[in-house]
């Protein structure tokens, strides 16, 4: 099992910037993969970007080229770099680490983009 926490959600204007942590309990080395997802109001929770344990990233195309999604293993974080915000990013942005057990989600961060 792994615990997630997330941090770093907040306020900000539209073509502003925010970095998104997700703090793991354990070692991410050898997880699968971790990830972000957000789901805003009335809407399916949506994938945002991933990376895997070489490194491979991927990302939704309505974010490519303002987001990057990065990790730390020595702190046992991954971040993600919000850049460009529009007010469509509005969400909650959830972390989840594959694990061969399972998967684990984290409780979530809001991130409000006003126009």
């Known amino acids: 099992q792994v615990q997630l926490v997330e941090s770093g959600g907040g306020l900000v204007q539209a073509g502003g910037s925010l970095r998104l942590s997700c703090a793991a309990s354990?070692?991410?080395?050898?997880?699968?993969?971790m990830g972000w997802y957000r789901q805003a109001p009335g809407k399916q929770r949506e994938l945002v970007a991933t990376?895997?344990?070489?490194?491979?990233?991927n990302y939704a195309d309505s974010v490519k080229g303002r987001f990057t999604i990065s990790r730390d293993n020595a702190k046992n974080t991954v971040y993600l770099q919000m850049n460009s915000l529009k007010p469509e990013d509005t969400a909650v942005y959830y972390c989840?680490?594959?694990?061969?057990?399972?998967?684990?989600w984290g409780q979530g961060t809001q991130v409000t983009v006003s126009s």
């Open positions: 990376t895997s344990s070489d490194s491979y990233t």
């Open positions: 989840k680490a594959n694990l061969l057990g399972g998967s684990y």
């Open positions: 354990r070692s991410i080395l050898r997880m699968i993969g």
